[in-house]
C-alpha cells in the first residue's frame, strides 16, 4: 500500500503498543481523588452485557490460483485456469444476542463467505450457527444457534440520542483471546469512510482491534447503540480511531434479515449531488442537484429531469444527497412518496413511487 495511512475493516491489524504520558494541569488542577470521582467504573456494566457476547471462528472458502502477469495472454494462462482451487481459510470475529431464541448480530465481513461457523458463548459452550441473512452495503449479518435454554440477549439503544465525549464500552473477541471490553468516548458522529452510500459511523477511541469485527458498541446503560466495524490506522494498530455502525441504521436492517433473510431498499433512479455554496444565496444548501435520470426508473416514469433540485421528501427537508439516498432507501418499494423540488426557479410537488433497489453495491 504506498500510503502509510489505512482503513481496516476491524479484523485486519496488527498488534502494537504505546505509552500513554499524563497531561499536567498545574492551574486549577482538581486533587487526583477528585479526579478519579468523575471517572466511571464500568465494572457493573461488563458483568451485565458480557454474557450476550459471542466468539464467532468461521471456516471460508478462498480461490488460490492466480495467473502470473507475465504469463498473461500467452497459452501458459489457460494452464492455470484449469488448475484454478480453492483453500479453507480460518478467521474470527466477534457478535452479540439480540433474541434469547438464538438470533446474533455481527459483521457481513466476517461470515459473508463462509461455509461453517461456530459460535462460543461466555461460558465456553459452543454452538454451530446458521447465516440467516447478510446485508453488504452496511455490513451487517444475522446469525442463528439452537440452544437448549434462552439465551442472554441484550437490547438496542438509539444512537440519535449519542452525544460526542458520552462514555461508551467495546466488547469482542480481539485475537482471538475471548471477552474483553474496553472503554472509550463517542469521538464523532455521522463520519463517512468510503465504505458506501450508507456510512454513517460512530468515531471512538475505545480499543478495537482484530477480532472486534461484529462487536457490540454499549452506552452506558447497557444498551447497544453501534455495532463495531472498521479502524484508521497508520500502521496497521490500534491508533485509538474506530468506527461502528449506528444502532438506528442497524436495527433496520437486522429486522428484515431476521423477516424476509433479505434487505429490500426503495430507489428513484436518479444521480444527485449536493448544490456547491455558490448555487445558492446566502451559501446555505437547500436541496440537492438532480444529475441524471435512468430510463424507465421510477423517477422517469414521474417525470423528474435533470437540473432539477430536490428540497424535501413527505415534507422532511433534504440537504445532501446521501440523506435523499438514505430516506428513499428506507421507504418500502411500491410505497408512494412526495418530493417537493425546484425547477427554473419555480417550486412543486411530485408524486413518485419508489421502485425496488437493484441489486449490488
Known amino acids: 500500500m504506498p500510503a502509510p495511512r489505512r482503513m481496516l475493516l476491524a479484523g485486519l491489524a496488527s498488534l502494537a503498543l504505546a505509552p500513554l504520558a499524563p497531561s499536567l494541569s498545574p492551574l486549577g488542577a482538581r486533587p487526583a481523588l477528585a479526579q478519579r470521582a468523575v471517572l ?24 488460490t490460483t492466480q495467473i502470473p502477469p507475465e504469463l498473461r495472454g500467452t497459452p501458459f494462462e489457460r494452464y492455470f485456469r484449469e488448475r484454478r482451487g480453492s483453500q479453507q481459510v480460518q478467521g474470527a470475529g466477534s457478535g452479540f444476542i439480540i433474541d ?65 465525549g458520552a462514555w461508551v464500552l467495546a466488547a469482542g473477541n480481539p485475537f482471538s483471546l475471548g471477552g474483553t471490553v474496553t472503554s472509550g468516548i463517542v469521538s464523532a458522529r455521522g463520519r463517512e469512510i468510503g465504505a458506501g452510500p450508507f456510512d454513517d459511523f460512530i468515531q471512538t477511541d475505545a480499543a478495537i482491534n482484530p477480532g472486534n469485527s461484529g462487536g457490540p458498541l454499549f452506552n452506558t446503560a447497557g444498551e447497544v447503540i453501534g455495532i463495531n466495524t472498521a479502524i484508521y490506522s497508520p500502521s496497521g494498530a490500534s491508533a485509538g480511531i474506530g468506527f461502528a ?12 434479515l431476521k423477516r424476509d433473510g433479505r434487505v429490500e431498499r426503495g430507489w428513484l433512479g436518479v444521480a444527485v449531488e449536493d448544490l456547491g ?27 423528474l429531469r435533470p437540473g432539477d ?49 437493484p441489486s449490488g453495491p
Open 40 to 63: 466511571p467504573d464500568f465494572a457493573d456494566l461488563a458483568e451485565q452485557v458480557l454474557p450476550s457476547v459471542v466468539n464467532i471462528a468461521v471456516l471460508s472458502e478462498q480461490t
Open 100 to 164: 434469547p431464541a438464538g438470533y446474533i448480530v455481527t459483521n457481513n465481513h466476517v461470515v459473508g463467505n463462509a461455509v461453517r461457523v461456530v459460535v462460543s458463548l461466555q461460558n465456553g459452550t459452543e454452538l454451530p450457527a446458521r447465516v440467516v441473512g447478510t446485508d453488504e452495503l452496511t455490513d451487517l449479518a444475522l446469525l442463528r444457534v439452537e440452544s437448549r435454554t434462552p439465551l442472554p440477549a441484550v437490547a438496542w439503544g438509539s444512537s440519535a440520542n449519542l452525544r460526542v
Open 245 to 256: 455502525t449506528p444502532s438506528d441504521l442497524a436495527r433496520g436492517v437486522i429486522d428484515q
Open 277 to 303: 455554496e455558490e448555487a445558492v444565496p446566502g451559501g446555505r444548501n437547500r436541496g440537492v442537484q438532480v444529475r441524471s435520470v435512468e430510463r424507465n426508473s421510477p423517477a422517469a416514469r414521474a417525470g
Open 309 to 357: 433540485v430536490v428540497t424535501a421528501l413527505n415534507g422532511e427537508r433534504i440537504e445532501t444527497s446521501r440523506a435523499l439516498i438514505r430516506s428513499v432507501a428506507g421507504t418500502p418499494p411500491g410505497q408512494t412518496v412526495r418530493l417537493s423540488l425546484t425547477r427554473d426557479g419555480r417550486s412543486r410537488d411530485m408524486a413518485v413511487q419508489v421502485g425496488r433497489r
